[in-house]
């Protein structure tokens, strides 16, 4: 990002703008999920495009975007024929780029001028791969259905006792998995506090 001189367009965005600036973290595993098309091919200005992509020129909270779904493509930081589609089904934001479509999983950061989103893929524009997609893989089969959490176990039922509650995992308590992305995109907003 040095190289390409991002930061500073970043910081200008945040600091010198009324409007902000959203960014697009993707989730180390998206990296690892990426078979084609390869990032290490790309040049720098495309590089440069693929990064700016990941960012909207404008602050955004997440209950924002349900207003964004109605209004078609979003321009991104990359300008012009770089664009992004969202949808709100249910409280989750979907984007779609193109070439790839991701969710919006978690706020990094969120307060205004500056709003970090994690989402799990990495977004390609089709500005920069073109509009031959790859087909996606099926679909995963279904899990085994477990039995209900609150329907009495074999146990319970010879013993004429309730069911005993079990601690479960929450999804509230997941630990953020800090990708190259995400340790980046704190870089810069730390970065950006020290003009506030």
Do not use: C
Not at 125 to 154: K, L, Q, V
Request: aromatic share 8%.
């Amino acid at each position: 990002m040095v190289k390409l001189k991002l930061i500073d367009t970043f910081q200008n965005q945040a600091n010198n703008t009324d409007q902000g600036i959203t960014i697009f973290v993707p989730k180390d595993s998206a990296f690892k999920g990426l078979k084609k098309p390869s990032l290490s091919n790309l040049t720098n200005d495309q590089l440069k495009s693929l990064i700016l992509f990941h960012a909207l020129p404008k602050y955004y909270a997440l209950a924002d975007f349900n207003d964004l779904s109605a209004k078609g493509p979003v321009s991104t930081l990359a300008g012009g024929q770089y664009t992004l589609n969202f949808t709100d089904s249910s409280g989750t934001v979907h984007l779609d780029s193109g070439w790839s479509k991701t969710k919006v999983t978690s706020a990094v950061h969120s307060t205004d001028p500056v709003a970090i989103y994690q989402v799990d893929k990495v977004l390609l524009p089709e500005a920069i791969f073109g509009t031959d997609i790859p087909p996606t893989a099926a679909p995963a089969p279904a899990p085994d259905i477990s039995p209900a959490a609150d329907a009495p176990s074999a146990d319970s039922k010879e013993s004429g006792s309730s069911p005993k509650s079990s601690p479960s995992k929450s999804s509230s308590y997941r630990i953020m998995n800090l990708s190259m992305w995400s340790q980046l995109v704190l870089a810069v907003v730390a970065g950006m506090a020290l003009f506030f």
